[in-house]
């Protein structure tokens, strides 16, 4: 049996459901998922249409991590903690923004729940508005591009270090150009005790302007360029770094997704991808990606 | 009175492979078995899954399941040894004069 798809709703080409069968899959399906409103949520629950092959529930927008947190309790307290791993399946928005509340309030309390955010860097299921994690330049409904603005200005949050700062024992970014390793992750992630955070970045087809033919190819030079470092933490302590061999410059990521496309031509782009390339050479230099 | 079944946990068995989203592209994959060297990338990348490994007797090869292929070229562009090919559909070849 699958335990995600097929047929589902999601989109030709879009990269989140390439993780989510990933990470049950490599748990070999011992998983109850929990599942914040969003993209994923809908192309996977529909009545009569669930495509989920393993125990499921959505209930809100932003309380997954309440609920992840709830369902973890009620396992240990039946003691049947043994039987699955809770996953928390959630969309950028739901992570970066709304739910950051009851996911905070689950990492503190350090239930042992394994969070996965898969990052499409913005509300895309209501039609591409920005979140916390859009990053710079991003042109969306809610930072249209215009004579005055150039898209998105302000950084994206750093998720994966606000996990860390909660103590967490496990924190790490993924992504789905890289599935071996993004599924190498969820399995350590489950041999710790207590939060675990993975965020995995994963292209969105309509939102980012791109097609299928992009998927991969648009994911492996967000990781190739630096502004999509891969890292990895346990209990708070950096411990793997993907090393990139030759960085590539932040243009050659931006100029094929039509979210950015502005930005070579609009009065203030230059400002803006000077902007991005320092926040890829800011990462190289905190993480040692120059191989 | 009539009885409903509820499932607890809002989990029902899968049934979305009802839905055949093989007919929401213009294109289908599909893969010469005679190139393919059975590295699964395609089925890892494939988003729906419409991909699977099949053996017969000692050659192992992927295939595309056409009710799922939404023809979005991912595999076509995972395959390291160009054993993938897109075709359009029948219904959206049309002839121009
Ligand atoms: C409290 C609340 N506010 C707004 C919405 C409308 N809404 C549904 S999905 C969504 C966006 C979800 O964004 P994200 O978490 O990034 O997931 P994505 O759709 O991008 O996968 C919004 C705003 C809602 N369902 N509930
Ligand atoms: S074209 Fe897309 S949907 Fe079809 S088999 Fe390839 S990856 Fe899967
Ligand atoms: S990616 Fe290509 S070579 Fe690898 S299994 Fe698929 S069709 Fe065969
Ligand atoms: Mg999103």
Redesign the pocket.
Known sequence: MNYFGPGHGAC??CGFPIAIRGAIEVLDGKVIAVNSTGCLEIVSSMYGRNTWGVPYIHSLFENAGAVAAGIETALRAMKRDNEAHVVVFAGDGATFDIGIGTLSGMMDRDHNVIYICYDNEAYQNTGNQQSMATPPGANTTTTPVGKLKPGKTGRKKDMVEIAVAHGVPYAASASIAYPKDFQRKVKRAAEFEGSKYIQVHAPCVTGWGID?KLTVEVSKLAVETGLYPLVEYEYGKLVKVKKLKQRKPVEEYLKIQRRFRHLFKHEMGKEILEQLQKIADENAEKYGLDA | MAKMKLYIGASSPAMSSEMKTGDW?T???YIDKEKCIACGQ?IT???????SMVEEGDKKYAV?DHD?????????TVCPVDA?E?KTKEIYKVEVC
Not at chain 2, 45 to 51: I, K, L, R, V, Y
Not at chain 2, 68 to 76: H, L, Q, T, V
Request: net charge negative.
């Open positions: 030709p080409g299928g | 592209g294109e289908l994959a395609c990348f494939c988003p729906e899954p419409a991909t595309v799922y292929c939404k023809g979005c070229w991912i595999c076509f993938i897109m």
